[in-house]
């Protein structure tokens, strides 16, 4: 396990959507390995330094889901102060985009156990706490969140 620093970190994650006749469907992935383990979370991850937002979105979703997956339409949705898991704290930004393409492939498997589309109306749990907060964003069009 390595060291947490006492420190906050940028992280981003993206809410991706497809659409099939009447239903809505969003990507999740189950976590595994760091903190959340066992938990569905979107595509996402930390900021690198002097790395703009939508760059981290699209490395991303590269990274996680392949370089033919395809995604269009990034738009800033959520902001929130993610310290329930602390020691671990990161202050977190929800981005929402469309499918363009592809299929999601598993390039980590180390971090994530495969990704799947689901019914934003039927999604697993439990679901990483910013994820909870991005889709609450989606429904009610809140966009900060304090502390969670």
Known sequence: MCEVKPQALVWLGVMVFKEIET???VLLG???GAHAAGEYAFPGGKLDYLEGFEECVLRKI???CGANFLIKKIIFQSALNLIEYAPYHFVHFGYTAEWRGG???LCLPEKCEGWKW???NKL???LFAPCKKMVESYLTGKIYFGDV
Do not use: A, N, S
């Open 30 to 32: 189950k976590r595994r």
């Open 118 to 120: 689901y019914d934003i």
């Open 62 to 64: 590269k990274e996680e």
């Open 124 to 126: 697993p749990e439990p």
């Open 23 to 25: 239903q809505v469907l």
């Open 103 to 105: 299929t999601p492939h």
